[in-house]
Structures are given as structure tokens and as C-alpha cells.
């Protein structure tokens, strides 16, 4: 291998330490970039928002419970029937740090009480989506401001939409949700209380539900294919994951001792179900993927996908209305130039008035023109001189000032006189 340029190698105090070989060829140091990625990312933290929808009773907070270990959701209180009959829906936030080794995680969980639980529910997607759009906008405008060092992230990046489980297969409330945020928001759709069905009718619904995601064309969070390089666990684990959706998922909080080892489960008079178990539900799974393998993944298809689609569709909006208040204004600036002046039923009587101003005005000159010419004439038959011969010469006294006959007085006194009543 060719060795480095001299003033490369050198420094100022003379030659630079040889640098690091492995297997015999010369390491820069630049392998260490995501080390020094890792440490500034571990230092920053991180930040997750997970949505959950779904009516009440289906065991949303205990799932999210369960998933983080942690208690989000200790003073709830259950609704009463006479609340439910004119229940709106809600937004209810709760934050929550959680620290792992060293790594911290900012979970928000955003719950929407009263979704599905009116008795006209067909408009209840439409608070979730407001919502949505309220932090799409949001981080848009810190983005664009002037400090954009301290952005607060809390952008929807996961969806759990649990399905009840009676029926079989999507309800109108549940295509009609996932039809409006698809294109927002990464849906994850859940099967509440797996532990009411059979290994056989689960298999049943989550085929059904699969077909009504396909026929209505609902695109629901899809898993990214695995590379070349990783290894068959890996792969084996990703091709498990993307056969379980929908997620069957049973949550507990309570602690249940089975065998001599405490677990999460629910104990019943035919037996006990254990949440962490793969054989009764996909709890297990769905924290792998939603936490351990596809977190980064969601939060990525969330700033990529559907922020940059919401980013552009504003964008897009600014610059028609910009071009419409431009055309709008070019528009004024040629009224303005080419305008008339209009007579409104408010001025009429005003513009009446000068018309009949103006009217006796030219009828006054024209009887004074033909009164002047009348006299002009009169005058000029009586005394004035024949119309081929020219005046007679004025007279001059011996003082030098000027004398005409009494004639010619009259006939001035006659003009003074004219000019006078002009």
C-alpha cells in the first residue's frame, strides 16, 4: 500500500506515531464514528408517542402497562352507563421517562376516552385526526422557525387500534378510522382479550380482518425486509412477526405465581393465562416489535413518509394562496387605473343637481350672446358708418387732447356701456 505524503505524516514537532494497523494495513480512526454517534444519541435521549384507539373495556391501559412496566394509569376511573350515551372523545396525554441501562426513553401515550362508546359514533375519528394534523403542524412551524435547536418531537409515531373481540371482522367505525389516518400515521391493528377465543376461531378472525384491510384498501404499518447480510435469527424472527398480524394480546397487571416462577397473567377457575407466554397470546411479540426491532423504523416512516407528505402538501397550499393574493392584487391595480366613476342611488340626486346647474348656466350665456348681439346691431344701423368706407379721422383740439363730434361721444358712451352689461 502506498505510504501517505510526507506533510501528512508530519507534525510540528517532528514525525506523527505510526498509526494503528490491523491485519497489516494502517487504521485512520474514523470506524470509531458510530461510537461517537452512539454516545451523543445515548446522551440526548429518546422520544416514542404511541396512540392507542379503541373503546373502553377493551384493556388498553393495562396493555401499555404491561408493554412498559410501568403505571400510567393509576387513578382511572370507569365511566358510568348515563356518561356514555353523549360521550365525546377525548385526548388524554401522559409522559413518562423510562431509563434501561443506561438509555432513556421519553414515552408518551396518548389515549382517546369516549372513541366508539356514543350512541353515534360516526364522527369520532375525526378528534384523533385534528389531533394528528395539531402536532404535524406544530413541529412544522418550529421547524421552520428561527430556534430550531430545542424541538419538541410529538408527532404520532405508532398507532395500536384494538379491535374488539366479538364480531368477525372490521367494523364501519374501524374502516372508517383507518381509512382517514393510513396515510398519517403507522397503524398497528391489536385483537383485545385473545384470551376469549380458541387457537382455531384467533386464526379465523385474523384472516377475516386481513381480508377486510385488503378489500378496503387499508394500509396499515408495514414491516421493512429484512438485508442481505443479517443473520437467520434475525430473518426467522422478522418472518414470525409479519405472520402474527394482527397482534392477539392479552394484558395483566397482576403477578402470578406458576411453578415456582412469578409471572404476569390472568388466573381463571379452568386454569391460568400467562401474558408473556407465546403459546397463549402475541403480547411477546408485539413488545419485539415495537420496542426492540421496529421503533427507529416507525419513527423514521413517520419524519420520511408522513410528516414529508404533510410538509408538502402545506407548502403547496402557501404557494397557491400566494399566487391567488398576487393575482388578486394585480387585479385591483388595473380596476383602479381603468375605473369610472359610478352614480349610485346615493348620489343621484347629487349628480341630478349639477346636470341642472350646468343646463342654466350655458341657457344664461346664450341669452346674454344674444342680447350683445342685438344691440351691436342696433347700434351699427342709426348712426354707424357705411360698411365700404372707413372712419372719419378723431379731431384734435390746440391743448393736444382728443375731440370728436357728439356723434362720436354717443357712440363711445354706446360701447362703455355694452361692454358694462357684458
Given at each position: 500500500?502506498?505510504?501517505?505524503?510526507?506533510?501528512?505524516?508530519?507534525?510540528?514537532?517532528?514525525?506523527?506515531?505510526?498509526?494503528?494497523?490491523?491485519?497489516?494495513?494502517?487504521?485512520?480512526?474514523?470506524?470509531?464514528?458510530?461510537?461517537?454517534?452512539?454516545?451523543?444519541?445515548?446522551?440526548?435521549?429518546?422520544?416514542?408517542?404511541?396512540?392507542?384507539?379503541?373503546?373502553?373495556?377493551?384493556?388498553?391501559?393495562?396493555?401499555?402497562?404491561?408493554?412498559?412496566?410501568?403505571?400510567?394509569?393509576?387513578?382511572?376511573?370507569?365511566?358510568?352507563?348515563?356518561?356514555?350515551?353523549?360521550?365525546?372523545?377525548?385526548?388524554?396525554?401522559?409522559?413518562?421517562?423510562?431509563?434501561?441501562?443506561?438509555?432513556?426513553?421519553?414515552?408518551?401515550?396518548?389515549?382517546?376516552?369516549?372513541?366508539?362508546?356514543?350512541?353515534?359514533?360516526?364522527?369520532?375519528?375525526?378528534?384523533?385526526?385534528?389531533?394528528?394534523?395539531?402536532?404535524?403542524?406544530?413541529?412544522?412551524?418550529?421547524?421552520?422557525?428561527?430556534?430550531?435547536?430545542?424541538?419538541?418531537?410529538?408527532?404520532?409515531?405508532?398507532?395500536?387500534?384494538?379491535?374488539?373481540?366479538?364480531?368477525?371482522?372490521?367494523?364501519?367505525?374501524?374502516?372508517?378510522?383507518?381509512?382517514?389516518?393510513?396515510?398519517?400515521?403507522?397503524?398497528?391493528?391489536?385483537?383485545?382479550?385473545?384470551?376469549?377465543?380458541?387457537?382455531?376461531?384467533?386464526?379465523?378472525?385474523?384472516?377475516?380482518l386481513l381480508r377486510d384491510i385488503e378489500v378496503n384498501k387499508?394500509?396499515?404499518?408495514?414491516?421493512?425486509?429484512?438485508?442481505?447480510?443479517?443473520?437467520?435469527?434475525?430473518?426467522?424472527?422478522?418472518?414470525?412477526?409479519?405472520?402474527?398480524?394482527?397482534?392477539?394480546?392479552?394484558?395483566?397487571?397482576?403477578?402470578?405465581?406458576?411453578?415456582?416462577?412469578?409471572?404476569?397473567?390472568?388466573?381463571?377457575?379452568?386454569?391460568?393465562?400467562?401474558?408473556?407466554?407465546?403459546?397463549?397470546?402475541?403480547?411477546?411479540?408485539?413488545?419485539?416489535?415495537?420496542?426492540?426491532?421496529?421503533?427507529?423504523?416507525?419513527?423514521?416512516?413517520?419524519?420520511?413518509?408522513?410528516?414529508?407528505?404533510?410538509?408538502?402538501?402545506?407548502?403547496?397550499?402557501?404557494?397557491?394562496?400566494?399566487?391567488?393574493?398576487?393575482?388578486?392584487?394585480?387585479?385591483?391595480?388595473?380596476?383602479?387605473?381603468?375605473?369610472?366613476?359610478?352614480?349610485?342611488?346615493?348620489?343621484?340626486?347629487?349628480?341630478?343637481?349639477?346636470?341642472?346647474?350646468?343646463?342654466?348656466?350655458?341657457?344664461?350665456?346664450?341669452?346674454?350672446?344674444?342680447?350683445?348681439?342685438?344691440?351691436?346691431?342696433?347700434?351699427?344701423?342709426?348712426?354707424?358708418?357705411?360698411?365700404?368706407?372707413?372712419?372719419?379721422?378723431?379731431?384734435?383740439?390746440?391743448?393736444?387732447?382728443?375731440?370728436?363730434?357728439?356723434?362720436?361721444?354717443?357712440?363711445?358712451?354706446?360701447?362703455?356701456?355694452?361692454?358694462?352689461?357684458?
Amino acid at each position: 500500500m502506498p505510504q501517505a505524503p510526507a506533510f501528512l505524516r508530519e507534525s510540528s514537532k517532528g514525525l506523527r506515531p505510526p498509526a494503528e494497523t490491523k491485519g497489516g494495513r494502517e487504521m485512520i480512526g474514523f470506524a470509531t464514528l458510530p461510537e461517537q454517534v452512539h454516545r451523543k444519541t445515548v446522551k440526548r435521549g429518546f422520544d416514542f408517542t404511541l396512540l392507542v384507539v379503541g373503546e373502553a373495556g377493551l384493556g388498553k391501559s393495562t396493555l401499555v402497562n404491561s408493554l412498559f412496566l410501568t403505571e400510567l394509569y393509576k387513578d382511572r376511573k370507569i365511566p358510568t352507563v348515563e356518561s356514555l350515551v353523549k360521550k365525546t372523545v377525548e385526548i388524554e396525554k401522559k409522559t413518562v421517562e423510562i431509563e434501561e441501562k443506561g438509555v432513556k426513553l421519553r414515552l408518551t401515550v396518548v389515549d382517546t376516552p369516549g372513541f366508539g362508546d356514543g350512541v353515534d359514533c360516526a364522527d369520532d375519528w375525526k378528534s384523533v385526526e385534528r389531533y394528528v394534523d395539531e402536532q404535524f403542524n406544530k413541529y412544522f412551524q418550529d421547524e421552520s422557525g428561527l430556534n430550531r435547536r430545542n424541538i419538541q418531537d410529538h408527532r404520532v409515531h405508532c398507532c395500536l387500534y384494538f379491535v374488539p373481540p366479538y364480531g368477525h371482522g372490521l367494523r364501519q367505525l374501524d374502516v372508517e378510522f383507518m381509512k382517514r389516518l393510513h396515510r398519517k400515521v403507522n397503524i398497528v391493528p391489536v385483537i383485545a382479550k385473545a384470551d376469549t377465543f380458541t387457537k382455531g376461531e384467533i386464526a379465523k378472525l385474523k384472516a377475516n380482518l386481513l381480508r377486510d384491510i385488503e378489500v378496503n384498501k387499508i394500509k396499515i404499518y408495514q414491516f421493512p425486509d429484512c438485508d442481505e447480510d443479517e443473520d437467520e435469527e434475525f430473518k426467522q424472527q422478522d418472518r414470525e412477526l409479519k405472520a402474527s398480524i394482527p397482534f392477539a394480546v392479552i394484558g395483566s397487571n397482576c403477578i402470578i405465581e406458576v411453578a415456582g416462577k412469578r409471572v404476569r397473567g390472568r388466573q381463571y377457575p379452568w386454569g391460568i393465562v400467562e401474558v408473556e407466554n407465546a403459546a397463549h397470546c402475541d403480547f411477546v411479540k408485539l413488545r419485539t416489535m415495537l420496542i426492540s426491532t421496529h421503533m427507529q423504523d416507525m419513527k423514521e416512516v413517520t419524519q420520511d413518509i408522513h410528516y414529508e407528505n404533510f410538509r408538502a402538501q402545506c407548502i403547496s397550499q402557501m404557494h397557491v394562496a400566494l399566487k391567488e393574493r398576487n393575482k388578486l392584487r394585480r387585479d385591483s391595480i388595473s380596476l383602479t387605473a381603468d375605473a369610472k366613476p359610478i352614480i349610485t342611488p346615493a348620489n343621484a340626486d347629487d349628480a341630478g343637481k349639477l346636470l341642472e346647474q350646468k343646463d342654466e348656466e350655458i341657457r344664461r350665456m346664450q341669452e346674454m350672446l344674444s342680447q350683445m348681439q342685438q344691440r351691436l346691431q342696433g347700434q351699427e344701423l342709426p348712426g354707424g358708418p357705411p360698411p365700404n368706407k372707413p372712419p372719419k379721422p378723431a379731431h384734435f383740439g390746440s391743448s393736444g387732447g382728443r375731440h370728436g363730434g357728439p356723434s362720436a361721444q354717443m357712440e363711445g358712451n354706446a360701447q362703455r356701456d355694452s361692454v358694462i352689461n357684458v
